[in-house]
């Protein structure tokens, strides 16, 4: 499996980093269709973390269509094709800025000065 780095100080709660750290691997080809997820107290002990928060976080990559769960086999990276990559990094981005998004209209910024500034910004 990839490097996992979880921070306590964070914003984001810890299954959210867990959930955003495996499904950008998977986005990025790091790790492949059908590579096995270790099982979720293995991760807890080495993460220390509780396996609530990696159990939630294999719930929802499994809800996303990024794993699947193969009941007394453990979890699986799904087999994605190009499009379903690029639908699901479309989903990971909106989501992540759709509240940014939200703010921006609330003080009047223009879709043309958004983008002006998102440019500046990448």
Avoid: H
């Avoid at 499904?23 to 990025?28: E, F, H, N, V, Y």
Wanted: with cysteine; charged share 25%; hydrophobic share 40%.
């Amino acid at each position: 499996m990839m490097n996992i780095s979880i921070s306590n100080s964070s914003d984001l709660p810890l299954y959210r980093q867990l959930y955003d750290q495996i499904a950008g691997g998977i986005i990025r080809g790091e790790l492949k269709g059908g590579s096995p997820l270790p099982p979720i107290r293995t991760v807890a002990t080495e993460l220390k973390i509780s396996v609530i928060s990696i159990k939630r976080a294999w719930e929802e990559l499994e809800r996303d269509g990024f794993i699947d769960t193969a009941v007394g086999r453990g979890c699986f990276v799904r087999e994605l094709s190009a499009q379903d990559i690029s639908d699901l990094r479309g989903m990971m981005i909106q989501e992540r800025i759709k509240s940014d998004v939200a703010y921006a209209k609330s003080l009047g910024v223009s879709l043309e000065e958004l983008t002006e500034i998102i440019k500046k910004l990448y």
